[in-house]
């Protein structure tokens, strides 16, 4: 066993055995760097990563590789969902070296931490141009020993132009009707009409920009933005990348057409898939978008919640394929003899041209994914409902990949927005409790007693990690949703104890946003980047939250740290919006107020729970809601808001003013869809 044995990452975990003789991020590690006078070897990646599995067994676990890696190097490994600050950084100077970046990745750099070579997958032995890692580490150590003097010279550029970025784009005003409209212009450019989604292969589940899609919609009723959206989600629950037995997304698809997946399945493109379809079905009524939506929330409570109540953070790629082989997809891909094992020669081949399962396959080996191919025509529902359970009793036999089980504070934070909602608008309440089960666990180990959140947990234990930018905005949006499903105010008290950490540990002069606190530990640059990647940006997850507060309580200060951070939507919406997606879904919730909805009424009355659910379903972009007793003290929107005649009413404001009080549910829906 190495230094890793007793880590709480599961990453870490599977590199404990390793014969590398690994050190965890430790400033322990870099002093003995500095005593052994020696580089040290950065190896950052995440469990479910497949390409991080076949180097740490190709050369990790060899051990010829780890006698010299042990001798010349101090080896560091990093479990990037852990430390997605140390990743951010070093990423950044991979991206800016090579041109491109990836998991596992390399990175080589003097015991001050400063890098000077990089790379990600190196293969054990000269392939398609590439060097064997034997051959890196043997070069790296050369240098190191032949040429100091140039090794000191590179890593002091990289990091000079690494401290030099900075975002002073914050303050510069809120986005308006024109950056907007040139975003919904840019991405209709990009837009792939024939498969739905943007840009080529691989292509990821645009979920922010869906998000702001719809938002733009509601706000202005353009239906290009709507077509967009529907065409993109019924594309994606058709493909491959979503599991047509037991619901759930996978990470995203090689291919343009969403036909073949990379198989591991985050909690996080779950979450805000589940939210997005939810958004969708409240938008249209579409019956696709309501059972994806369903399918979905019931994937994330079947396979990734925890016995402590939180959701785990993957499921693997990989597992094993029956041979003692670990084989990506292995779990979810058939073949038609297998389908025809499983379910005899009749609804075999109904099954096959249902879900697209060919003789040449559509993966590897003359296996296929199962999708739903636009040509199958109309289903026999009884009949294909008595081949689901078939197909997911005989997949159920094999083995199943691989379960992250730590639980990440953002994600758990996406988790918790999404099932609270999905619940609420299905009248699923076993989905708003495990919503509230998951906040719990937020609170109880996460949060410390001064607000400060913890990045991760495992098994009831908290891990040692401070939470970053994404983990105080996500965490916050979930405990707003949950609030404003549940009409319990103390998930706004503890949103706002976490947005006054973002306001006084994370934003800088002007009102840019950091992805580290001013106290975290220092790193060659600190963290900063407003642009989405599979999940929203720290910067605009902080800046929807900080809008939706200041609408539930009227603060100022939270108002205008949201308009501040906003600054970096107007600059990048026009020229990158498949990238600020989020940012820009929160630019049309500020252009339209956002809408502040007071619920006041009795609890457990049928008339204020059908003004509730009223007010839940209106699209109005952002808008928030509270519900409870007339002149209740749990949600300021309450205050001064008494029964309308003796019955429950709704208040509906906006930008200072308010339309008149309506005991109407049909009324209230009109008012939240204009």
Same mark, same amino acid.
């Given at each position: ?12 975990? $599977? ?22 006078? +020696? ?15 076949? =180097? ?19 080896? +560091? ?5 852990? *430390? ?20 596992? =990745?390399? +990175? ?10 990089? @790379? ?52 510069? @005003?809120?986005?308006?009707?024109? &950056?907007?409209?040139? #975003? ?7 837009? !792939?009409? *024939? ?24 706000? /202005? @009723? ?43 399945? =985050? ?19 579409? !019956?696709? %978008? ?5 399918? /979905?929330?019931?994937? =994330? ?18 597992? !094993? ?19 025809? &094992? ?31 191919? $636009?040509? #199958? ?31 990440? %504070? ?74 404003a499903v549940t009409g319990e105010g103390v998930w706004l008290d503890f949103a706002g104890f976490l947005l006054d ?14 992805? /580290? #606190? ?9 963290? $900063? ?40 939507? $107007?600059?990048?919406?026009? *020229? ?22 007071a619920v006041a009424g009795p609890r457990g009355e049928d008339a204020t729970r059908a003004l509730h659910r009223a ?17 209740? &003290? ?17 208040? +509906? ?5 308010? !339309? %008149?009080? /309506? ?12």
């Amino acid at each position: 066993m190495n230094r890793l044995a007793g880590v709480t990452s599961p990453y870490l975990l $599977q590199h404990a055995d390793n014969p590398v003789d690994w050190w965890p991020w430790t400033p322990e590690a870099f002093e003995e760097a500095r005593r052994r006078d +020696v580089p040290v070897l950065l190896s950052v990646g995440y469990s479910a990563c497949h390409w991080c599995h076949v =180097m740490a067994h190709e050369s990790f676990e060899d051990e010829k590789t780890a006698a010299y890696l042990n001798e010349h190097f101090v080896p +560091v490994k990093v479990d990037r969902e852990e *430390r997605p600050d140390v990743d951010a950084v070093y990423m950044e100077a991979v991206q800016a070296a090579t041109g491109h970046g990836g998991w596992p =990745m390399t +990175v080589f750099m003097t015991p001050d931490a400063e890098p000077f070579y990089f @790379g990600t997958y190196f293969p054990p032995e000269p392939r398609h141009g590439s060097p064997s890692f034997p051959q890196v580490l043997e070069g790296v150590a050369v240098a190191w020993r032949d040429r100091r003097d140039e090794v000191g010279e590179v890593a002091g550029n990289i990091v000079r132009e690494l401290s030099g970025r900075s975002l002073a784009v914050a303050g510069k @005003g809120v986005p308006g009707e024109q &950056e907007l409209a040139q #975003a919904l212009l840019g991405l209709t450019r990009e837009y !792939d009409e *024939r498969h739905g989604g943007f840009g080529g292969a691989p292509k990821f589940p645009p979920s922010m920009t869906v998000e702001f899609l719809l938002r733009h919609h509601a706000r /202005t @009723g353009a239906e290009g933005a709507l077509q967009m959206a529907a065409d993109t989600c019924e594309a994606m629950a058709r493909g491959g990348i979503y599991d047509q037995l037991g619901g759930g997304f996978a990470r995203y698809s090689v291919d343009r057409e969403w036909v073949v997946p990379h198989f591991e399945k =985050m909690l996080y493109d779950n979450a805000l898939l589940c939210r997005v379809y939810a958004h969708l079905w409240r938008a249209t009524g579409s !019956d696709l %978008a309501r059972r994806v939506a369903l399918e /979905t929330a019931d994937f =994330m409570v079947r396979e990734l919640r925890t016995a402590e109540g939180g959701f785990a953070s993957a499921l693997d790629a990989d597992s !094993d394929d029956g041979t003692g082989r670990h084989v990506e997809g292995a779990f979810y891909v058939w073949t038609p003899d297998r389908l025809r &094992e499983v379910l005899g020669e009749d609804d075999a081949a109904y099954a096959a041209h249902h879900y697209g399962v060919t003789e040449e396959g559509t993966f590897e080996e003359g296996a296929s994914v199962l999708r739903l191919p $636009q040509d #199958a025509g109309v289903a026999d529902a009884e009949r294909l409902g008595r081949i689901r359970e078939r197909l997911l009793a005989a997949r159920a036999e094999r083995a199943r990949p691989g379960r992250d089980d730590k639980v990440v %504070a953002a994600w758990n934070g996406l988790a918790v927005a999404a099932l609270a909602e999905t619940g609420a608008y299905f009248d699923r309440p076993d989905l708003v409790e495990r919503a509230t089960e998951a906040a719990d666990l937020l609170v109880r180990l996460h949060l410390d007693e001064a607000g400060r959140l913890a990045r991760t947990s495992k098994d009831g234990r908290r891990g040692a990690n401070a939470g970053v930018l994404e983990d105080y905005g996500d965490v916050a949006e979930g405990f707003l949703a949950l609030a404003a499903v549940t009409g319990e105010g103390v998930w706004l008290d503890f949103a706002g104890f976490l947005l006054d950490h973002v306001l006084d540990r994370f934003t800088g002069e002007g009102g840019q946003l950091y992805d /580290t #606190a001013h106290d975290a530990e220092a790193l060659i640059r600190r963290p $900063q980047d407003p642009t989405d990647n599979a999940t929203p940006s720290g910067w605009t997850a902080a800046a929807g939250a900080l809008l939706s507060y200041a609408a539930q309580t009227g603060s100022e200060p939270h108002r205008t740290a949201a308009e501040q951070a906003l600054g970096v939507v $107007q600059a990048l919406g026009p *020229r990158a919006p498949r990238f600020v997606g989020w940012g820009l879904a929160v630019a049309e919730a500020l252009l339209d107020g956002p809408r502040e909805v007071a619920v006041a009424g009795p609890r457990g009355e049928d008339a204020t729970r059908a003004l509730h659910r009223a007010a839940l379903l209106g699209t109005a972009p952002g808008a928030v809601v509270a519900v409870g007793e007339p002149d209740g &003290e749990e949600f300021p929107l309450l205050r001064d808001r008494p029964l309308v005649d003796g019955r429950p009413a709704a208040y +509906v404001c906006r930008h200072f003013t308010c !339309d %008149a009080p /309506t005991t109407d549910p049909a009324r209230l829906a009109e008012l939240l869809s204009r």
